[in-house]
């Protein structure tokens, strides 16, 4: 069983144990998150990894921030910002995986803005503009290809 298959059996036991599953097993399981599974070629099984990767993250964010954990909260926000945001720069990567990426990013940038947005200090405030900033800054070396629709095959 190569890396990939060994940490999806992992990921995937965490999801269907419902009766046992816990929140320090899913972040130990994201943290350990093997690097190649956003390497191309994206094959059905790391798409399958990658969403686990990015809902595993959610997860583990909507928890902290029930428990009143920001800044773990957040954490997670960005992690997965920060993987997927290597993935769409990659130039070797197939274009539909690079445009979903972008698309994810722009969906998780909202997230998180909404998330800054929510808390009281001031500085979550002036993090949330700078992401905003940061975000816009990198999608405009996209090319804009999360707003192009996939080029037909016919």
């Excluded at 191309?40 to 790391?46: A, F, G, Q, S």
């Excluded at 902290?64 to 990567?93: H, I, N, V």
Aim: net charge negative.
């Amino acid at each position: 069983m190569d890396v990939v298959e060994s940490w999806m059996k992992k990921i995937q036991n965490w999801y269907e144990d419902t009766e046992h599953r816990n929140v320090e097993s899913l972040a130990a399981i994201v943290s350990q998150t093997p690097a190649m599974i956003f390497d191309p070629p994206i094959d059905l099984k790391r798409s399958d990894a990658i969403a686990y990767f990015v809902d595993g993250c959610t997860k583990l964010q909507r928890h902290y921030q029930f428990e009143g954990k920001t800044e773990e909260a957040f954490s997670y926000l960005q992690f997965c910002y920060a993987k997927l945001q290597a993935l769409a720069s990659r130039s070797d990567m197939e274009p539909d995986i690079k445009r979903w990426s972008l698309k994810k990013l722009d969906m998780l940038i909202v997230a998180m803005m909404e998330f800054c947005q929510q808390q009281k200090d001031a500085a979550w405030q002036r993090e949330s503009e700078q992401l905003v900033e940061l975000h816009v800054t990198f999608m405009m070396g996209q090319n804009d290809l999360n707003l192009r629709a996939p080029a037909s095959p016919y």
